[in-house]
DNA sequence: TTGTTCGCCTAA
DNA sequence: TGAGTTAGGCGAACAA
């Protein structure tokens, strides 16, 4: 029986069998079924050259590597271009993958070692130029883990196929335990079917182990593809694995009832592995990981798409469904929930359930599914690397495969120099305090990814004074300001521009795909892609300016924000000679003045001004593009916090920097700072200064509503577990001088959870102790008073940075009057 | 009161 | 969260 179809996957390991080595990758197909591919005939190997320069003159001795056990056998070798000239290069099969770690370390003495760290899995996605959906067309296998069917293929019966929504099974689960014997008391699970949009309920009393064994039996029953849940990642999995085992104790079988959640049988085997198990592990990985299954927790998912000022479950849910009213009702004050569970287990119950299904919500608010899909699509990983995966992992997806397509050799990571202090990176331009007015932004399109293009900056062709190949007198090679040489590329393209080049027409398409599209779906598609594209290519440069990526050198970063200072700089200068005024400028933009002296239409000036000027600089690979036209532009003097009134391309308010962009700031600030942004921006100083002195007296007079004061800041820590207390010493100098570290003591206090590095709310009830005095914020026990004082000149300092601009110094707005102003004539 | 250090968060 | 980068503002604590 054969089984074709298209899939998008999931997660996949490699298994060994025997004398060969079988890649498992479980998927969800187009039709709902899930499925588990199994990809036999893919062989792993290693590649070796000679240590340093290749001297053709020398012989090689290969063969004895032959009487290594593990060695199966030897094919080559071919030249391919390493950073020190062309080497020979053989490639060295293996018996199994797990024999590579240490025979890289055995050869390392004598070789350089190539493409010897890479996960066995990624030579599917590598080899056969793959990404997460593919179209497969095999014989139906026989095997025990629990999917819909297995089906045997080798690369022959794997074709690339379009990007289409994956059907996925979403898993969303919630635990409430108790404090004081950190024990399970309830569960409950919500799960969604995203191809019919279906979700069912399901909740979860009687003993630990009970609860434990259903909800273990609901997984596997549902067959999941992705595992979400708030704060899973550290609340609720380091729970479940901590009880499980404590119960289970020495009896595997029971372990596997409890904790069995990875997609594969029951068997004691299988929980032995350290990655991609029958039990879900974190390890030292940033995410945790089961066989067959994608862990994408919703909190972090929700904290990098929306950057709450806080982010409980409670304040992202208001925060995206404001006029839910279920948020309202059903508080259970989690610091007595063992109270709250003896006297009302009904409602504790209902209340963890719609713990279960909010972040399932959340979720699909925030495109999260979809999102990780289109960049697994363009990086061409898998569900689970383009989640949890790191930016390293998608650029050496793309990387990887085309130096192996091209004869490049991939060296370790870590093989190179590590680069030795920090590189310089954009210019900041000075900016002028106060108020300008008809200002044009404009900026570089895309401008590190376009210098990496127009100087074809790449780890192959920096010219290396220490490598055996060197370019001709006639080439026309790319020196950067700092020195560094780069090859032309009519002589050899670098793989890094290559392949930026071809997002750059990949996004084009999508932008094309996006404004011809006649439904919404196919909108969304397009433009989930083209935000992955770009996404992508802003990350290059970063990878490569990084110390340790394997196609890294120091010189990389450094020519590339050299050229990106010299050439703003040189705009920045013939401005300046043309009597034009630049009032501020960072990395790619500048922001310069329109002469509009005599003109009747100043907003149609600065458009023509700003699409000319831009034109006027526009070079091949540094294209200038008019961006926005502001009729006002406001700094009061700091670099990276300024705010305009936009009127071209729409009308809108910029700001940049300032308190209201700030998430460790407090809404009476940003909310009245907003307000006076107006008032500024409309050269009404006397009502902006009005507004200022007010506010500071409603603060010192306590009547804010003490919400409004909420501040925030995230807070790291480490669990000592042999101690069986919170450790904030790794992290901070020290850590009782923090604010947020004495806020997060007092949560721990309560018995309340703490995950490091999620930010805590506090308000400041004594400033005039020192350190000063905070109380945590807690929704079902708000703290009630505030210290005014404190508040008060928060305001001022913050406000009176702009009241300066019109003489109010922050003091001023303290006192509600001006002194100096006897001096002022 | 002032200068320094640490750490957070943002702009790009 | 063992890996994208640097520039920069600013608040709190603390030493002098």
Same mark, same amino acid.
């Given at each position: 029986m054969r089984w074709s179809g298209d899939v998008g996957i999931i997660t996949g390991r490699y298994v060994s069998q025997d004398d060969s080595t079988v890649i498992q990758l479980w998927a969800r197909a187009r039709n709902g079924e899930s499925i588990l591919m199994r990809i036999h005939g893919i062989e792993p190997w290693v590649e070796i050259t000679p240590l340093g320069r290749w001297d053709p003159s020398k012989s090689v001795e290969i063969d004895s590597l032959l009487e290594k056990e593990e060695i199966i056998r030897i094919?080559?070798?071919?030249?391919?271009?390493? @950073?020190?000239?062309?080497?020979?290069?053989?490639?060295? $099969?293996?018996?199994q993958p797990f024999v590579v770690p240490r025979l890289r370390q055995d050869l390392g003495m004598k070789w350089t070692v190539l493409s010897g760290d890479i996960p066995f899995v990624n030579r599917f996605f590598l080899d056969g130029d793959l990404a997460?959906?593919?179209?497969? %067309?095999?014989?139906? +296998?026989?095997? @025990?883990?629990?999917? %819909?069917?297995?089906? @045997?293929?080798?690369? @022959? %019966?794997?074709q690339h196929c379009e990007p289409f929504p994956v059907p996925f099974t979403v898993f969303s689960f919630d635990l409430e335990t108790s404090i004081a014997h950190d024990t399970i008391l309830c569960g409950a699970a919500v799960i969604e079917d995203m191809g019919s949009g279906e979700r069912t309920r399901h909740t979860f009393t009687g003993p630990e182990d009970v609860i434990l064994r259903e909800l273990t039996d609901l997984v596997r029953a549902c067959d999941a593809d992705i595992i979400t849940g708030y704060n899973i990642d550290n609340f609720d999995l380091p729970r479940i694995t901590d009880r499980a085992n404590l119960i289970a104790g020495r009896n595997k079988s029971a372990r596997m009832s409890l904790m069995g959640w990875g997609r594969v049988a029951l068997k004691e085997s299988e929980g032995k592995r350290n990655r991609d198990s029958l039990y879900p592990k974190r390890g030292t990985a940033r995410a945790w990981n089961l066989a067959g299954r994608c862990v994408m927790d919703t909190w972090w998912q929700a904290r990098q798409v929306l950057r709450p000022q806080r982010e409980t479950l409670k304040f992202v849910s208001r925060l995206l469904f404001p006029d839910d009213e279920d948020m309202q009702k059903m508080d259970v004050d989690a610091s007595k929930m063992d109270e709250e569970w003896a006297t009302r287990p009904d409602v504790v119950l209902e209340y963890c359930l719609r713990d279960a299904e909010l972040p399932l919500d959340i979720m699909k608010k925030i495109q999260a599914f979809r999102r990780k899909e289109a960049v697994a699509a363009v990086a061409k990983v898998s569900l689970d690397t383009s989640a949890n995966g790191s930016t390293s992992q998608l650029i050496d997806s793309l990387v990887i495969r085309h130096a192996d397509r091209v004869g490049i050799a991939v060296p370790l990571t870590g093989s190179a120099d590590r680069k030795e202090g920090q590189i310089t990176g954009g210019y900041v331009h000075d900016v002028e305090a106060g108020l300008h007015p008809w200002i044009a932004i404009l900026d570089f399109k895309s401008m590190y990814p376009s210098i990496m293009i127009g100087k074809n900056i790449c780890f192959t062709t920096r010219i290396d004074p220490g490598s055996t190949e060197q370019p001709d007198e006639e080439e026309e090679i790319h020196e950067s300001p700092t020195g560094a040489k780069f090859r032309n590329q009519s002589v050899r393209k670098g793989m890094v521009p290559h392949l930026l080049e071809g997002l750059m027409a990949q996004r084009d398409e999508h932008k094309a795909g996006l404004k011809n599209a006649k439904d919404d779906a196919l909108k969304s598609f397009h433009d989930q892609m083209q935000y992955a594209v770009k996404i992508l290519m802003n990350s290059f440069y970063g990878v490569f300016a990084? +110390? $340790?990526?394997? $196609?890294?050198?120091?010189d990389l970063g450094s020519s590339i924000t050299a050229w990106a200072?010299?050439?703003?700089?040189?705009?920045?200068?013939?401005? %300046?000679?043309?009597?034009?005024k630049v009032v501020y400028s960072d990395t790619d933009s500048i922001f310069v003045k329109t002469p509009v002296e005599g003109v009747k239409d100043p907003k149609e000036a600065m458009i023509e001004f700003g699409h000319s000027t831009a034109e006027r600089f526009s070079e091949d690979s540094a294209e200038l593009e008019f961006e926005k036209g502001l009729s006002v532009f406001f700094s009061h003097g700091a670099k990276k916090r300024y705010v305009g009134q936009v009127v071209w391309p729409s009308e809108e308010m910029l700001v940049r920097g300032y308190e209201t962009q700030r998430t460790d700031s407090f809404q009476f600030l940003t909310d009245g700072m907003k307000e006076m942004f107006r008032h500024v921006l409309s050269d009404d100083s006397e009502?902006?200064?009005?507004?200022?002195?007010?506010?500071?007296?409603?603060?010192?007079?306590?009547?804010?509503p003490i919400r409004k004061l909420i501040m925030s800041k995230s807070c790291k820590g480490k669990f000592d577990k042999t101690r069986n207390v919170w450790d904030f010493s790794k992290d901070y100098a020290n850590p009782d001088s923090m604010v947020q570290v004495r806020a997060a003591r007092k949560l721990i206090e309560k018995g309340l959870p703490f995950t490091p590095g999620m930010k805590i709310g506090f308000i400041v009830t004594n400033a005039r102790n020192r350190p000063m005095e905070i109380e945590p914020w807690l929704e079902e026990d708000p703290v009630s008073d505030y210290d005014g004082q404190y508040y008060a000149d928060r305001l001022a300092t913050a406000l009176g940075r702009l009241t300066e601009a019109f003489d109010w110094t922050g003091k001023e707005l303290l006192s509600g009057n001006r002194q100096t102003s006897l001096f002022s004539f």
């Open positions: 094919e080559g070798p071919e030249t391919k271009l390493t @950073d020190l000239g062309e080497k020979p290069v053989w490639r060295i $099969f293996v018996s997460m959906h593919v179209s497969i %067309d095999g014989e139906i +296998g026989v095997g @025990d883990e629990p999917v %819909d069917s297995i089906v @045997d293929l080798t690369m @022959d %019966d794997v990084s +110390g $340790f990526y394997r $196609f890294t050198h120091r200072r010299h050439n703003i700089k040189t705009i920045i200068n013939k401005l %300046d000679q043309e009597g034009h009502t902006a200064v009005q507004l200022a002195i007010e506010m500071i007296a409603e603060a010192k007079a306590g009547k804010v």
